[in-house]
């Protein structure tokens, strides 16, 4: 079993800065990917982010320039730092983790930007 707990989401104002953080426990051997996702209220959930084991990272077009998916593996966390935030990117943001056919969620964290 894999358990994927996010934090670091909040109330931020256009054009600041969070970073987001999932730490991940369990089972964490032959991992596929990591990635961030997003749902905003009546829309469809979106990847934002992704990174392979072998480090490559692929973005959604409105976030590229912007946010920076990177991982620690000696502190099994993945990290989204999110610069010059717009209100569109106010949304729940959930961590995933690609295992074989097997993908996990974690619970998601609230981003909310707004003056």
């Known amino acids: 079993q894999v358990q994927l707990v996010e934090s670091g989401g909040g109330l931020v104002q256009p054009g600041g800065s969070l970073r987001l953080s999932c730490a991940v426990s369990?089972?964490?051997?032959?991992?596929?990917?990591m990635g961030w996702y997003r749902q905003a209220p009546g829309k469809e959930r979106e990847q934002v982010a992704r990174?392979?084991?072998?480090?490559?990272?692929k973005y959604t077009d409105s976030v590229n320039g912007r946010f920076t998916i990177s991982r620690d593996n000696a502190k099994n966390t993945v990290y989204l730092q999110m610069n010059s935030l717009k209100p569109e990117d106010t949304a729940v943001y959930y961590c995933?983790?690609?295992?074989?056919?097997?993908?996990?969620w974690g619970q998601g964290t609230q981003v909310i930007v707004s003056s």
């Open positions: 369990g089972y964490i051997f032959a991992i596929n990917a």
């Open positions: 995933n983790l690609e295992r074989g056919n097997y993908e996990y």
């Open positions: 990174i392979t084991t072998g480090g490559n990272r």
